[in-house]
Nanobody, 124 residues
């Protein structure tokens, strides 16, 4: 079992920045690919960014956030981060951290473990 706890959400003006953190506990964090997803009201949960557990921590991003968001991980601290810059009102959502015991994936159903989410609200 892996427990995930997100933090760092809040209210920010358009153009601002936030840094989300996801602290993991339980089994060996370093063996899991990690992903960030988000869900806006009345919308499906969608992939935002992912980072592998090996191969130099390769990353992948949704087109909507590429160039603005950066995912990273610190295996020594059992933590994955999402640095969000140039935020837009359309980035408003609950952001979830997720883990899976394999390579990066972009589908919700591919992830085994989920955090409870943290709210990000971007005002115009």
């Amino acid at each position: 079992q892996v427990q995930l706890v997100e933090s760092g959400g809040g209210l920010v003006q358009a153009g601002g920045s936030l840094r989300l953190s996801c602290a993991a506990s339980g089994r060996t964090f370093s063996g899991y690919a990690m992903g960030w997803f988000r869900q806006a009201p009345e919308k499906m949960r969608e992939f935002v960014a992912g980072v592998s557990w090996n191969f130099g921590f390769s990353t992948t991003y949704a087109d909507s956030v590429r160039g603005r968001f950066t995912i990273s991980r610190d295996n020594a601290k059992n933590t994955v981060y999402l640095q969000m810059n140039s935020l837009k009102p359309e980035d408003t959502a609950v952001y979830y951290c997720a883990a899976r015991t394999s390579l990066i994936a972009i589908s919700v159903s591919d992830y085994e473990y989920w955090g409870q989410g943290t709210q990000v609200t971007v005002s115009s």
